[in-house]
């Protein structure tokens, strides 16, 4: 495998601009290749076999392309559709549940919590509580109770859908009163009921300023796509795959073109205008494709990045 | 053409439920067959090009099944797709743009006004407003406004863009200070300036009352579904379409069954809650079903329900 090949990430839409984001500022270093599904959007209200074919379609996408690794940034895809991911591609693969899920049971091992209190003088491991919210999907797979689970057996999870934010973030009220009563809605009586809580959706980063002053400054908000970075970092560098300092063939100056190349299947325009609210600019390389019937249209796809 | 066949209706997903209420209501004595696209929704925010191909992979999927009449109840695929879908198919097709923009032309040619002058002592013409609230895609269409000014061209037709609506009817929530709120936001600045408001969407009827306090009372507010109710009963008389007693014979006893069947393309189980909050009851006969790759799936789907 060429380190030097970009790293794949994919979504149901706009949404997985926020954990490119943590994986560029984690992993400065480092080529993206972003796909994001905008002719299918939204995944949190589907069902499993229709998000396990539309991200398998996305993944052989992106490793037609010449990817490295694979990052599924999207919490629905992750939730529900890794084996199948896995099963389709020859290459490590990437959720944000699992390293959301042990960011969150750290993060309660170690915090001084809101009674101010550290955690060696609190309450029993099992009477612990870690909120998480998501798409509904997400919520009825219940993977990440599985996930924080397995890290930690004693947690107690409570999980809760908040469909309302996700359209709230695309219409970039973050900051306006509907956002804040939105919030209160879903959250209030989570309040005083967890000490962390799971930003498990994509799009719920872009909300936190909100978020947290529903559950109180005193809970720590986990941002999975953050947490992911931090693992994805790891893990290249455990594989040898980080990328190299450039070199200075023809093939190296291709592969060292610094920009990254942003991908959609659909709306090409609003999409950029939404990721400008995500990411404070327009993406500079953006182009539509189809990623259904893939076989068919191999032939047709741009040459592969990596080649 | 048999007028014992039902009447087709599509929309993106559940919002449509809210025009065969209204085509239920106004033809009692018709059966239909209802497709929601909910694997593919919302259609909203997606282009022209993936509208049309869904819109027109549904309607085939209808018109295989036996009906003798299609109406596209989704008001981004009436404003989109019509030219692509009436190409496709042999059979009449409405759709909810035209209908609601007579609707409204109607309306406020009749209706006295906010001001309470009937209009005969109004201001002329050139100075009449009609509003249209709807999706992106529809709005950016401009559909409404085309349609409206074949009907007068003078009118001035104010369009805006909703999006946070669809979501908030599909949680449940259209009587809470969240969609108060958020019509406010939306709306506050057409008080005053219109006489009449087109619910250029389907979803919007269920947040009616939100709606009327925001633009204020005097508004007079059409909705598309129940215009284009009135509109294809019309159509059924003219063409010698509607319904007859029915018959003895087997076929049909078949024909004659009062039971309107409901497909869906993902998630039957979320459709027949959300619907539930539009139509008072679950749909009695629900299926999932794949309209893609319609072609190579005719044979392995169940038989037309008129033959």
């Known amino acids: 495998m060429n380190p030097n090949l970009p790293i794949g990430i994919f979504d149901s839409g706009v949404g997985g601009l926020t954990v490119y984001r943590a994986l560029h500022e984690h992993l400065p270093k480092e080529r993206f290749v972003y796909l994001g599904d905008t002719a299918r959007v939204p995944y949190g209200t589907k069902s499993l076999a229709t998000v396990e074919r539309y991200a398998v379609e996305n993944a052989q996408f992106l490793a037609a392309r010449g990817i490295k690794l694979l ?8 939730a529900l559709a890794l084996p199948a991911i896995r099963k389709s591609l020859n290459l490590d693969v990437v959720g944000v549940i699992g390293p959301g899920a042990r960011a969150a049971v750290a993060a309660e091992s ?13 309450p029993p491991a099992s009477q612990r509580r870690i909120g998480v919210i998501a798409t509904e999907s997400t919520v009825q797979s219940g993977a ?17 859908a908040c469909p309302l934010f996700v359209p709230l973030a695309e219409e970039g009220w973050a900051d306006q009163d509907v ?10 009586d ?21 978020i947290q002053e529903s559950v109180g400054k005193e809970v720590k908000l986990i941002d999975s796509g953050a ?8 893990l290249l560098k455990e594989k040898g795959l980080a990328r190299l300092t450039p070199g200075t063939g023809a093939l190296e100056r291709h592969l060292c ?14 999409f950029a205008r939404v990721a400008e609210r995500f990411l404070g600019s327009k993406p500079a390389r953006l182009e539509a494709v189809e990623v259904w019937g893939h076989d068919e249209l191999k032939n047709s796809l741009p040459l592969p990045l990596g080649v």
């Open 71 to 78: 990052v599924v940034a999207c919490n629905t895809a992750s």
């Open 110 to 122: 170690t915090q001084e919590t809101r009674t101010g209190r550290p955690r060696s003088q609190h």
């Open 144 to 160: 990440y109770t599985a996930a924080i689970n397995k890290a930690d057996p004693e947690a107690e999870v409570i999980e809760r």
């Open 179 to 188: 956002a804040r009563t939105v919030a209160e809605t879903y959250l209030r």
């Open 190 to 210: 989570l309040r005083s009921r967890i000490d962390t809580l799971v930003l498990g959706c994509t799009h719920y980063p872009i909300l936190k300023e909100v």
């Open 227 to 234: 947490a992911t970075a931090v693992e994805v970092k790891a």
């Open 257 to 270: 073109d610094d920009l990254d190349h942003f991908y959609v299947t659909d709306a090409a325009e609003r």
